[in-house]
Every structure is written in structure tokens, then in C-alpha cells.
């Protein structure tokens, strides 16, 4: 583990460059008057309310491992987010370290990727402020989770972070001047508000008066990309096919956490609902439970959709569901393991985020310090 740290560490001082003009992808910034070249950046994060579940591992974070060896990455753990809505300071605390514990266990390198903790950035703070001041509220009352959280938690009993989080989404992305963000078709709303808001701040800041302002960059905020993930990563709940497997459901057995024992895990699998239609098919719209558990199979199982048919189809759900139970503990076992090895050294855990919190601010200060001066603000010395 301290290798690992020590290499990771090597990395953040070789990383941090100058914030890439943004009106290239391909370009970075001039140090020292010579032109240098940067990966295609990545940015995405999970919340860390409660534990991390197989959604979030199988629609998110594996593809994250993937894409740290093609793209420049960096992958946060959101907190800021995590408390929109009322939550437990301990568990919270607990929690954020636990979820970038599983990013590493899960394959994330820290040698490869910039693994950091989202409040440990103040920039995100204050450009969410900034942009906060342009974005028309209009925008925001449009947004669908808005709409369906503040009308289950009583629209006037809500706080007003609940209503105004899409801007600290949109500065999360912005701030790196991310080329390319991982979406679901549920995240589709925010990264268009995010590429709405980064144009509005172009418009109303940018180009010749930016330049009369003295910044170094007249493009602001490059204008971020979706980057759609695999088709067959979306899974869903084990006790609805046609909801969305989430941490905020009332039932634990609607999901699979990453940490969850084998023995909960045969549980749940047990209990997982099912139909009465013979055998097993993957493309028949009355079967969204039998989509999902075969996705799930499919996913952790590495075998293609023809395999998985060509085993499992004339089986009866009483003869699948052990198979699926005894392939996610198989997958799980090794995350798990790496998890627990991660959470026996602290401080190194400790280091890790540290060194991505390092790499995070250097890029993130440098956009805000720019948009902080085309907007009319003075820009603070920094060591």
C-alpha cells in the first residue's frame, strides 16, 4: 500500500499543469512560454450517502477503471452533495472515506487517476457562488429531481441547497474544464444545465471582455461533452426492473452494496422479484425483472449475452438465482478484501486524497482565478 502511495504522490507533482485554454481539448496551457499537450479530461463522482451499491459499481466506477488509462481522470467523492436533504455527521464522515476507499479497491490507481474528496477544493464552493449569481432560477425549478425530492420531502421544508445543487454539479465539471462527463440518461438534465451555464458565463464574460479584464484565458468554462457509457450498465432495483437501483429506496433488498456478506447476499438474491413466465429472456418488456438479473449475471460474470442465454435460458428462477448469487459473491470477494486492506492504513488512504486534493486545486484555482477576474473580482496570491 505505501508503494502505492509513494508512486501516486510522484504522479500529482508530474500532473499538475497550467489549466488548458479552453477553447482547445487537445491543447494545454503555456509554462514557461512552451506549449504542452494534455489527455482529453474526465471528471465524475459518486454521493457518499450510504454505501456504494452494485449500480454505482457496475453503471460507474468499473468504467472508471477503464477510462483512467485513455483519458487525464479525475474522480471525486462528492460530499458537498450528500447534504441537500438531512443527514448524520458521523455517518457522513464515515461514509466519504469509505467510498473512496471502495474507488481503490474497485481498480481506480491513484497512480493513474486523481482520487480526492470534493469539500477539500474550496474552489467548488465559490464558483458554485459565481455561477449561482448568472443562473436563472427558471433553469433550476425546471430540474426533475427537484421537482420529485422537494415534493416527497414537502417543497417548503426543503433547503435551498436542494433547489441550487445542479450549480455546484455544473461547477464540479466546469472547474477542470472537463472535456468529456460519464452520464447516465438520468444525469443528462445536469450536464445540459452545465453546458447552458458555462455558455451564459462565456456570453456574459468572456471573449474581448475578458480580455479588457486581464485574463489569461478568454474562453471561461469549456463546454463539457457526455461520454455514454456501455449499453447494459444500468441496473436496476431488485424489487422493481423498472426503478433504478438507488441507496435513497426505503428497502435494503431493493439493492446489492459493495460490502454487503455473502449471506445477505443470498438473501437478497433469494427475495429479488421475479414472474411466472417459463425460462429466461432478456428482451421481453413484460420481463424487467428478468433484464435485470440476467444484466446483472452478464456484468459479473464476463461472459456476452449469448453465453449467458445459451446456459441459462431453459432454467426456472429457483436454478438461476443460486448461479447469480454465487457469481456476485465470486466478483465482490476480491473488492472487498482490497477494501478492508485500504481501511487498515488510514494514513495512507489519508495520503492518497491529500496528493489528489493537491492536483484538484491547481487545476480548479486556476479557472476560478480567471472567471474570479472577468467578473470583476481581485485574485488572492497563492503559494
Not at 474550496?122 to 425549478?141: Q, V
Not at 461547477?171 to 477542470?176: C, N, P, R, S, V
Not at 453546458?195 to 468572456?206: K, M, Q, S, T
Request: proline letters at 5%; a neutral charge.
Amino acid at each position: 500500500m505505501q508503494s502505492t502511495v509513494t508512486a501516486a504522490l510522484g504522479r500529482a507533482a508530474a500532473a499538475v499543469e497550467p489549466a488548458a485554454e479552453p477553447a482547445s481539448s487537445s491543447s494545454a496551457g503555456v509554462a514557461g512560454g512552451t506549449a504542452t499537450e494534455r489527455r482529453q479530461r474526465v471528471l465524475s463522482g459518486v454521493q457518499p450517502t450510504g454505501s456504494l451499491h452494485l449500480g454505482n459499481y457496475l453503471g460507474a466506477i468499473r468504467n472508471w477503471v477503464k477510462l483512467q488509462e485513455e483519458y487525464d481522470t479525475f474522480f471525486c467523492v462528492v460530499d458537498l452533495h450528500a447534504i441537500t436533504l438531512p443527514h448524520e455527521p458521523k455517518e457522513l464522515l464515515h461514509s466519504t472515506h469509505s467510498s473512496a476507499a471502495l474507488y481503490i479497491a474497485c481498480g481506480i490507481d491513484p497512480a493513474k487517476a486523481s482520487i480526492f474528496v470534493q469539500s477539500h477544493v474550496p474552489a467548488h464552493a465559490e464558483l458554485t457562488w459565481l455561477l449561482s449569481c448568472i443562473t436563472p432560477i427558471g433553469w433550476l425549478r425546471k430540474m426533475i429531481q427537484f421537482k420529485e425530492k422537494s415534493k416527497k420531502a414537502g417543497a417548503e421544508e426543503v433547503g435551498t441547497g436542494l433547489l441550487t445543487y445542479p450549480v455546484l454539479m455544473a461547477a464540479d465539471i466546469l472547474l477542470y474544464q472537463t472535456d468529456l462527463v460519464p452520464v447516465g440518461e438520468d444525469q443528462r438534465q445536469h450536464l445540459e444545465l452545465a453546458r447552458d451555464v458555462a455558455e451564459r458565463a462565456n456570453y456574459l464574460f468572456g471573449g474581448k471582455k475578458a480580455k479588457k479584464m486581464g485574463c489569461r484565458h478568454t474562453r471561461l468554462l469549456k463546454v463539457p461533452e457526455a461520454l455514454i457509457p456501455p449499453a447494459g450498465a444500468r441496473v436496476m432495483s431488485l424489487q422493481d426492473g423498472a426503478s433504478k437501483m438507488s441507496k435513497s429506496a426505503e428497502s435494503d433488498l431493493s439493492r446489492i452494496n459493495l460490502l454487503d456478506p455473502p449471506d445477505l447476499i443470498a438473501q437478497k438474491i433469494k427475495r429479488a422479484k421475479t414472474d411466472a413466465f417459463d425460462g429466461l429472456e432478456w428482451d421481453n418488456p413484460e420481463r424487467p425483472e428478468a433484464k435485470n438479473l440476467l444484466t446483472i449475471y452478464q456484468c459479473v460474470s464476463g461472459m456476452t449475452r449469448d453465453e449467458v442465454l445459451a446456459e441459462v435460458s431453459s432454467m426456472r428462477w429457483g436454478d438461476f438465482k443460486p448461479r447469480l448469487t454465487d457469481a456476485l459473491i465470486a466478483h465482490l470477494e476480491p473488492i472487498q478484501a482490497r477494501y478492508a486492506e485500504v481501511m487498515q492504513d488510514e494514513g495512507a488512504l489519508d495520503a492518497i486524497l491529500a496528493q489528489g486534493a493537491d492536483a484538484a486545486n491547481a487545476q480548479a484555482n486556476a479557472t476560478l482565478d480567471n472567471v474570479r477576474k472577468a467578473m470583476g473580482f481581485s485574485v488572492p496570491l497563492r503559494r
